[in-house]
């Protein structure tokens, strides 16, 4: 039976393997490494957010989430901006 996790693409290594972080309640639990090929063109980037199935460690299906990989690259770049400008402050 396969299970379903949000999986974030960490990296992607020698152009060819996708290094996938799969995450159970916003905590990151494995790492899946698949052919970068495996998943849509568009989600072949670092960062892309994945809804996932896998079955004995096999990829089986794929979705990708693009309104949550920009709500989260949103956030981040949030977080970065607010950290900078607290830097700056203290200059």
């Known amino acids: 039976m396969a299970e ?15 290094v996938l972080l799969l995450e159970e ?24 957010v994945l809804e996932i199935a896998v079955e004995a460690n096999e990829l089986r299906e794929v979705e990708y989430l693009p309104e949550v990989t920009q709500s989260r690259k949103e956030s981040a770049q949030e977080r970065l901006d607010r950290l900078s400008t607290r830097l700056s402050d203290r200059e």
């Open 4 to 18: 379903t996790y949000t999986a974030t693409l960490d990296r992607i290594v020698d152009g060819q393997t996708a």
């Open 25 to 48: 309640d916003d905590e990151t639990v494995d790492q899946l490494d698949v052919d970068v090929t495996m998943l849509p063109p568009a989600a072949q980037h670092e960062g892309a």
